[in-house]
Nanobody, 122 residues
Framework: QVQLVESGGGLVQAGGSLRLSCAAS????????MGWFRQAPGKQRELVAV???????NYLDSVKGRFTISRDNAKNTGYLQMNSLKPEDTAIYYC????????????????WGQGTQVTVSS
């Protein structure tokens, strides 16, 4: 199993930046694809960004050019750098791990963190 703990959320003004971290423990983090999801009140959860074990990344169209996903396998930590934040980015953000090593589908994820709140004020 993999245990995931997110941090770095908070309140920021529109146009600002935040960096989320996802600390992993348990099995070897480098073997898992990693994704960041978000869920806003009354909306479905959506996959925001993915990074595979090979380093391939993919992003939700609405965050392309603003968000960057990365991972440091030596530190067992993943990151989501969020720039030019907008009020519509407000949500609880979750990191998750995919045993497949990929993670392009939300159905690949078996392990989840508890979430961290991101609030962007206008």
């Amino acid at each position: 199993q993999v245990q995931l703990v997110e941090s770095g959320g908070g309140l920021v003004q529109a146009g600002g930046s935040l960096r989320l971290s996802c600390a992993a423990s348990g099995r070897t983090f480098s073997r898992y694809g990693m994704g960041w999801f978000r869920q806003a009140p009354g909306k479905q959860r959506e996959l925001v960004a993915v990074i595979t074990t090979g380093g391939t990344t993919n992003y939700l169209d609405s965050v392309k050019g603003r968000f960057t996903i990365s991972r440091d396998n030596a530190k067992n930590t993943g990151y989501l750098q969020m720039n030019s934040l907008k009020p519509e980015d407000t949500a609880i953000y979750y990191c998750a791990a995919a045993p497949s090593g990929l993670g392009f589908s939300q159905y690949e994820y078996d392990y989840w963190g508890q979430g961290t709140q991101v609030t962007v004020s206008s």
